[in-house]
């Protein structure tokens, strides 16, 4: 299946305290982003650069895009490889480096997802899925600089018996 897909958001500068940019320090960062039909996302930049910390800023956003985008490709590739995966978090982090003329990048993202699956003969295969979400994760071929994965596999202890207690009549 192959196709275009068109994305589209509103971003709304809700920073003006009176003065709009008349000066550096006169104007807040925030943000209101809307996407039809979801819920609104306050936005700011990051606390260096005179944001509000309580706010996502787009640094936040792009780990969390590359983060996500792992995630959802590689539960695909878990499917296909007949892994069944009974839990996953990522402690994502990332490395942005600026350039001392106001500017910056980010030098790269690691993703460190910590896997649950079902049985221990699953493992292998699963941690080989990380590389087929690698190649299909829109996000991380979208970016220049390079997405590092530090998986973690485990295997989900056995499941007992609901609620049920030895000698407790039924």
Request: charged share 20%; glycine share 10%; proline share 6%.
């Amino acid at each position: 299946m192959f196709g275009e897909h068109r994305y589209a958001l509103r971003t709304t500068w809700t920073g003006d305290r009176g003065s709009g940019t008349s000066g550096y320090r006169d104007y807040d960062r925030s943000s209101t982003i809307r996407i039809d039909g979801k819920p609104a996302l306050l936005a700011s930049s990051d606390k260096p650069f005179r944001g509000d910390p309580e706010r996502w800023n787009p640094e936040d956003l792009l780990l969390a895009a590359l983060s996500e985008c792992h995630l959802l490709s590689y539960l695909h590739a878990c499917v296909q490889a007949g892994v069944i995966v009974v839990g996953y978090h990522d402690d994502a982090s990332g490395l942005m480096v600026e350039d001392g003329r106001g500017g910056g990048a980010f030098r790269e993202v690691v993703l460190r997802p910590h896997v649950l699956v079902a049985d221990a003969s699953m493992v292998d295969a699963a941690t080989s899925a990380h590389r087929q979400a690698n190649e299909w994760c829109f996000i991380a071929n979208s970016v220049n600089f390079p997405v590092r994965h530090e998986p973690t596999i485990a295997v989900a202890p056995p499941a007992g018996p609901s609620d049920a207690r030895a000698g407790a009549p039924a």
